[in-house]
């Protein structure tokens, strides 16, 4: 059993570099080294030029994803006792995102889109603060693994139509709006179908089923869109009855 | 001053992995029933051209190239049926107050439905053509 590891990290230096090229790292190997210590690994002994983005080494806060051997992963839940056959683990930014620096990509459209939905409950009036919104558990249920997202964006990577069109707002975005729909204590889906009814929004996804696959948190961001698509199809018939009536969106 | 390199998505992206394989064959079921949907439309075309012209098509249907088709096309309808119906509970999410359907339920009776549907149009079929043939 070797006890290195070779890394190819693909490097983007916007000072000096026009493109991303490779560079080659051999690191140490051990059953518990996951891909994000090979990377500080580096940075600490090898070559403190490279640049990643990484914080808690406990997947929850989703800042450490990359692309390892073509897959999105977070590099802190993600092995290097998984790649010791493959021999060498190839590792760059993520898929479909502006790269700003070596294996960081830049995610603030991802974020952009996120804040489109307006992830957060929405209330036409505020209960007053001694009283707590009740919910029983079957109504949690219902949107507690869409609640589960760290905004990692791995999910944006997997995602074929966002590569294609950027403005598309992708799986995270899309399944935040279900989660806050699907909460018994919000009122605010009124606000969020047109996102979804959108050509930007649930309509764009065609089911690739990648994002749920690559997802650390089993959110399952696919089923999410597509029962948005059905959510969208019932606030189109809706809103075609109420336009007859004379009154506005639901 | 910041310069981010804009990745370009490549017209091979869907080879890169096997997820976007699988995806895009499950697309591709699509031209072969279409190619289908022609040789049947060809086929009521020729109906009413008559008789001679409906039996060269009938003829043609039992060369190599016209099992080819079908073979083709029916193996590609099961694999859109299999994978649509495989993909059924991740959609059609029966959750409210009111009423809740465990989503194994729904996938099997989509599952039954098909059985049925598919069983009927066999036995219909079948019963159909039986005195004609069997006469």
New interface residues.
Partial sequence: MSDTIELAVTR?R??QDT??WEQRYTVPCSDDMSVLDALNYIKDALDPSLSHRWSCRMAICGSCGVMVN??PKLSCKTFLRDYREAGVLEVRAL??????RDLVA?ISGVVEHIEAVKPWLIRHSEAPVDTAHSQTP??MA?YHAFSQCINCALCYA?C?QF??NPAFLGPAALTLAQRYNLDSRDEGSSERMPWLNAEEGVWSC?????CS?VCPKDV?P??AI??G??ASDINYGVNLFRLLRGKGDA | MRKPWQPQQPRSWWLRNPAYRRYMLREATALPLLLYTLLLLAGIVQFSRGEAAFATWLSWLQTPAGLLLQGIALAAALLHAVTWVALVPKILVIDSDRLRIDPRHVLRAHQLGALAGNLGLVGATLWLLWPAGGA
């Fill in positions: 983007y916007p000072e493109q991303p073509g897959e898929d479909n995102l502006p790269v700003e830049d079957a109504q219902r997997a074929p590569g294609r065609t089911f690739v089923g990648y696959e399952d696919a089923s597509n029962r698509k059905v």
